[in-house]
């Protein structure tokens, strides 16, 4: 196993973790800005008030994206595996 193919299989893992995690982590920054605007215009400083909006939309996002998720995992998985015996030579 050469240099190019460590290199090439860290940044498709990298790249996958993007993918992933990149629509969970755009839904919480949306609504956590949200809150925050709401808090600093209400000036209501409630941890709750944050913290539960953002973990109920995260559930929903997650049921919605979620079989998206694990299909792209199992189809990454299933390319590195096909490529391990080519790997070693």
Known sequence: ???ATVVD???QALWMTVLISAPLL???LAVGLVIGILQAATSI???TLSFIPKVASLALTL???GGW???MLVD???EI???IPGLFH
Do not use: H, P
């Open 76 to 78: 990454y998985t299933r």
């Open 81 to 83: 595996f096909q490529r």
């Open 26 to 28: 755009a839904v919480a």
């Open 9 to 11: 299989l860290g940044r």
């Open 45 to 47: 400083n409630e941890a």
């Open 63 to 65: 049921a919605i994206v």
């Open 1 to 3: 196993m050469d240099t």
């Open 69 to 71: 998720q694990i299909n």
